[in-house]
């Protein structure tokens, strides 16, 4: 096996200086490798629920490695606002270029012997097409744990959004039970302080 230089672990390690939310103003700043590990985690409960309330058989442990690379290309292209990403087609159409572009700078700097491998975990090329709509809902239900959490510290400045990602949520929970079974059972604890989750 090859033992070539690869700077891939040490761009990634560059995750934690990529903040999100970058036009809002936020209680506490969130960076993508933060958001990334509790959509991975996310992403893992949601396969093991749907798996458990529909007798499906999601892997759930490549839900979690997709959701840990989800956003990586971000190294490069940082993190986009929706508002901003979203403001009109050609925008869409150019960032959706940038970020391809971004996975495979990202790939090439892998050893060529694993570079097929990260291609199906960072583009999802060839991926479950649930474990890609699992992360999808994590990653929503992530967002919106923040929006909950920055509205609970008192900033309003995150309300629109919140409506925004409960209306996402409830429309993705029609093809998800899962969505609806982390709801009742994991998500009001997020509005609870430290004293009343732990004692």
């Given at each position: 096996?090859?033992?070539?230089?690869?700077?891939?672990?040490?761009?990634?390690?560059?995750?934690?200086?990529?903040?999100?939310?970058?036009?809002m103003r936020n209680v506490s700043t969130e960076n993508i490798a933060e958001h990334s590990l509790q959509v991975a985690m996310i992403a893992h409960m949601m396969?093991?629920?749907?798996?458990?309330?529909?007798?499906?058989d999601i892997d759930a442990s490549a839900a979690a490695v997709v959701a840990l690379y989800h956003d990586a290309p971000e190294v490069f292209t940082g993190d986009l606002p929706t508002p901003v990403k979203y403001q009109n087609r050609d925008i869409a159409k150019e960032y959706k270029k940038l970020e391809i572009m971004a996975e495979?700078?990202?790939?090439?700097?892998?050893?060529?012997?694993?570079?097929?491998?990260?291609?199906?975990?960072?583009?999802?090329?060839?991926?479950?097409?649930?474990?890609?709509?699992?992360?999808k809902d994590a990653d929503t239900m992530c967002a919106y744990i923040k929006c909950m959490?920055?509205?609970?510290a008192n900033n309003t400045e995150f309300s629109a959004a919140s409506e925004r990602l409960r209306a996402s949520l409830d429309e993705r929970a029609a093809k998800s039970p899962a969505i609806k079974y982390?709801?009742?059972?994991?998500?009001?604890?997020?509005?609870?302080?430290?004293?009343?989750?732990?004692?």
């Open positions: 096996m090859n033992k070539e230089k690869s700077h891939f672990f040490a761009q990634l390690a560059r995750m934690s200086l990529i903040g999100r939310w970058a036009l396969a093991l629920i749907e798996n458990k309330l529909t007798g499906s495979e700078k990202l790939i090439a700097m892998l050893p060529e012997e694993f570079r097929d491998t990260f291609r199906g975990i960072i583009t999802g090329s060839g991926a479950d097409e649930r474990v890609m709509r699992i992360v959490t920055e509205i609970k982390f709801e009742d059972v994991f998500l009001p604890s997020f509005s609870k302080t430290l004293d009343e989750i732990t004692f």
